[in-house]
């Protein structure tokens, strides 16, 4: 089992930064790809992104490109979502997920954290 814990969400400005930590415990957290999803109410969950286990490969959905950035940091065993540039429609519960292969398919990931609200203000 991984245990996973997202914090660092909150209220913001449009063109804000935000920055979520996705804290992880129980099995070796370097052993897996780290994702962050979103949902926004009525909505279906979302890919914002994947870190694979090393770190050396990022993937990001075209709507959070070049505003989003994910790294991990294995010897504190945490993952990060920095955002930056945030717009109304950045509105969300996000959560972090781990699965052994990096991808945007919400069932590929075994282990999910509760998610962390973020709120976008225009």
């Known amino acids: 089992q991984v245990q996973l814990v997202e914090s660092g969400g909150g209220l913001v400005q449009a063109g804000g930064s935000l920055r979520l930590s996705c804290a992880a415990s129980?099995?070796?957290?370097?052993?897996?790809?780290m994702g962050w999803f979103r949902q926004a109410p009525g909505k279906e969950r979302e890919f914002v992104g994947a870190?694979?286990?090393?770190?050396?490969?990022?993937y990001y959905a075209d709507s959070v490109k070049g505003r989003f950035t994910i790294s991990r940091d294995n010897a504190k065993n945490t993952a990060y979502l920095q955002m930056n540039s945030l717009k109304p429609e950045d509105t969300a519960v996000y959560y972090c997920?781990?699965?052994?292969?990096?991808?945007?398919?919400?069932?590929?990931?075994?282990?999910w954290g509760q998610g962390t609200q973020v709120t976008v203000s225009s």
């Open positions: 997920a781990a699965s052994r292969y990096v991808s945007g398919i919400p069932t590929m990931y075994n282990y």
């Open positions: 870190i694979s286990w090393s770190g050396d490969s990022t």
């Open positions: 129980g099995r070796t957290f370097n052993n897996y790809a």
